[in-house]
């Protein structure tokens, strides 16, 4: 299809688009050759109630078994087209009754079909399937999983869960960074960038998914592979610019993009002012943008629940016990509920706890600030999580009393990386290859990351000489990898983003594995596997 015209086929492209059903007359053409299986499920439903009996029937048809639920002498589920499009059946021997005009009805009335979209899914989990819906779960212990692979990483991270036990938000990404709004992924590249620390400009949105499609795609994972360990959807690091009227406009503007998320990370460093020593300047302007966020997501919310962090991770130095209270204080005397909070520990990404204080000060200095939080009703939120080690795991654990929670993302892409090496090495080299490129040009316009991590490839090159060989493993590639995935030309084409959704059985099937092995070791390490 063509959307400002940029031609793309979203059936390759999940989490893109905020809907499943994006051409409605050819959906219902395939779903009329359906008619007959449409009525035989209608034949189930009336003479059996018996969702055992009716699963017989759907599996090995288009339908999502999983998705199957009874309700009221009516079937619905989820169907598969043949051309990637998806659609929400419902059958029932008395007439199929629905608050969604259908795009279609057969059987003489007996089965409509609805389009699978934004909307239809967040009825479908509300009124129909609720053990499928994400959900708020207050300052509960817990992981936090980013989804920057989506329907290629759900399963890994759904089988994970599964043995882990949940709750954890499994639909995880950043607003701005990894997520962007669909009308600015559905266009060619803007000229803005944003700042991923450790790494350096990034563009906005480099996963290629938007806020709306990350939402539907996860949720309906999540369905198809029949997660009803509870979950939640984190539009994480939602980032305040400035606090004028554009700063907050950008900000809600994400928000009413992502409100059928139902965690909130709010993102103020940008406001921070560290000239001073004086808290209230250093942070008053942050906490009263947080408290309009904050407003505004409620507002949008009209009761239903959600879970509201404040970050303090990225501010410019480790934050203090007194700066931890002051953020909190301010925060409850405005009527913020804030679930969890992320103060500045000393993580990095992609690199173990290294400050001089070693384990011991972190332990100290974790064990202080989890106490502040836990006198304010809230939960420290340990950001950058990824590639730390067990000890340094156990010993924000072990500080916090297993209260805690800990957001990992990058490293569930660097295991694809891992898996394409193993199993698919062309593509991992064209990855490769690409990544050298970009950080190559990072370095040569100044980049001092850039330049270190490939004086470390050249000094490898050296000493290996015909036994060279690209790994997953160098710098360079784990720290500028991530761009490939949404990268764009001229016109807003993707370059590769299909060929990242269209693995082989055998990578997906690896992948699955050795994600779900890694969200398990998680949370043993981290005292949250609760079977």
């Not at 007359?25 to 008619?35: G, I, P, V």
């Not at 499928?132 to 992981?143: C, D, E, M």
């Not at 984190?234 to 907050?248: M, N, Q, R, T």
């Not at 295991?415 to 990072?442: C, G, H, M, N």
Request: charged share 25%; net charge negative.
């Amino acid at each position: 299809m063509r959307i400002n015209g940029i031609d793309l086929d979203p059936a390759k492209n999940p989490a893109l688009i905020d809907t499943y059903t994006w051409d409605p007359s050819t959906a219902e053409a395939l779903c009329e050759k359906l008619e007959p299986f449409l009525a035989e499920c209608g034949l189930a439903v009336g003479t059996a109630q018996c969702a055992n009996c009716l699963k017989a029937i759907l599996k090995g048809s288009p339908a999502s078994v999983n998705s199957l639920v009874l309700k009221k002498n009516a079937a619905y589920f989820i169907m598969n087209l043949d051309d990637g499009q998806k659609v929400i059946a419902i059958v029932s021997p008395r007439g199929v009754s629905t608050p969604i005009p259908p795009l279609a009805t057969f059987v003489g009335g007996k089965a409509a079909i609805i389009a699978l979209d934004t909307e239809t899914v967040k009825w479908y989990v509300t009124d129909i399937a609720p053990q499928f819906a994400p959900r708020a779960f207050g300052s509960v212990p817990r992981l936090g999983i980013g989804a920057r692979q989506t329907v290629t990483v759900w399963p890994g991270i759904i089988e994970g869960l599964k043995l882990v036990g949940g709750p954890a938000e499994t639909i995880q990404n950043s607003a701005f960074r990894e997520l962007a709004p669909k009308s600015i992924i559905l266009a060619p590249p803007i000229g803005e960038t944003a700042y991923l620390p450790g790494h350096g400009a990034v563009n906005i949105g480099h996963t290629g998914s938007s806020i709306e499609g990350f939402w539907l795609a996860g949720v309906v994972c999540h369905i198809e592979n029949n997660c009803t360990e509870p979950y939640g959807a984190d539009l994480d690091h939602i980032p305040v610019k400035s606090f004028d009227e554009a700063g907050l406009a950008h900000a809600k503007y994400l928000v009413d993009c992502g409100k059928y998320f139902t965690f909130f990370t709010v993102d103020v460093s940008a406001l921070f002012d560290f000239t001073t020593d004086d808290l209230p300047r250093r942070y008053d302007a942050a906490v009263d943008a947080a408290v309009e966020l904050y407003n505004h997501i409620r507002s949008l919310k009209n009761g239903e629940p959600f879970d509201f962090e404040f970050s303090l991770d990225e501010g410019p130095a480790l934050t203090e016990p007194a700066e931890l209270r002051y953020v909190l204080e301010r925060l409850t005397q405005r009527g913020v509920s804030t679930a969890f909070v992320a103060p500045n520990v000393g993580f990095e990404k992609r690199v173990d706890y290294r400050m001089p204080d070693g384990l011991s000060g972190l332990e100290k200095r974790v064990r202080e600030l989890s106490r502040i939080a836990a006198e304010y009703g809230a939960l420290l939120d340990f950001h950058s999580g990824s590639d730390k080690s067990p000890e340094t795991h156990h010993t924000i654990a072990r500080a916090c009393s297993g209260r805690l929670k800990l957001k990992v993302s990058g490293k569930l892409q660097l295991i694809l990386a891992e898996v394409l090496a193993d199993l698919d090495p062309q593509f991992f080299r064209e990855w490769w290859d690409y990544t050298f490129e970009s950080a190559k040009s990072e370095a040569e316009s100044g980049n001092q990351v850039a330049a270190e991590y490939l004086a470390l490839l050249d000094k490898r090159r050296t000493q290996e000489g015909d036994a060279f060989r690209p790994l997953p493993t160098d710098r360079f590639f784990t720290d500028f990898c991530f761009g490939i995935v949404g990268a764009k030309d001229d016109q807003g084409r993707f370059l590769f983003r299909e060929k990242f959704y269209s693995l082989s059985p055998d990578v997906q099937a690896e992948y699955t594995k050795r994600v779900s092995k890694y969200i398990v070791r998680l949370a043993e390490d981290l005292q949250l596997k609760r079977r």
